[in-house]
């Protein structure tokens, strides 16, 4: 047995192989790949005895799912209306801009993915931008800056400790 197989095996049977525990099990996975491998919904499916195609619409219809490779931090742009008419557009540019990606891709580092949300149910602090967990209200052009400096500079302080 593979590493990979014996890692999500070891997570299935942490659930006593219970079918219902399924979106555990994802999370899980999601959580150690930050998405969810092909290799791995199939071992999952196999060891269950879950169709594939059933898996796989549970993991498309969670946003927390990822079928592709994300980056380390995930920043979500919101572009539902009260954020787009105080400028969400705008800043979706500018972190377009400074990462160099679409919205919908993963920087080539694998360091940040960029997506959008049509609302983020918080439109009084619009406009809002979250990465990872943690929300920016009320966000400029002018913070975006900050906002990647802020979480790559993390990223150097978890490397170093
Ligand atoms: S429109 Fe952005 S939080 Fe609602």
Do not use: W
Request: hydrophobic share 35%; proline share 4%.
């Amino acid at each position: 047995m593979e590493a990979q197989e014996i890692k999500i095996k070891s997570y299935i049977t942490k659930y006593n192989n219970e079918k219902k525990a399924l979106i555990s099990i994802l999370q899980d996975i999601q959580e150690e790949y930050n998405y969810l491998p092909q290799e791995a919904l199939k071992i999952v499916s196999e060891t269950l005895d879950i169709p594939l195609i059933d898996i796989v619409g549970v993991a498309t219809f969670y946003r927390a799912f990822s079928l592709e490779p994300r980056g380390k931090h995930l920043i979500t742009v919101c572009t539902g209306t009260a954020c787009h008419v105080r400028g969400g557009p705008k800043i979706l540019e500018k972190f377009e801009d400074m990462l160099n990606i679409k919205a919908g891709n993963t920087t080539p580092d694998a360091q940040f993915t960029l997506e959008t949300v049509a609302c983020l149910g918080c439109c009084a602090i619009g406009p809002v931008v979250v990465v990872d967990t943690n929300y920016y209200a009320q966000t400029t052009i002018r913070n975006v800056d900050s906002i990647l400096k802020r979480h790559r500079k993390e990223e150097k302080e978890n490397e170093a400790n």
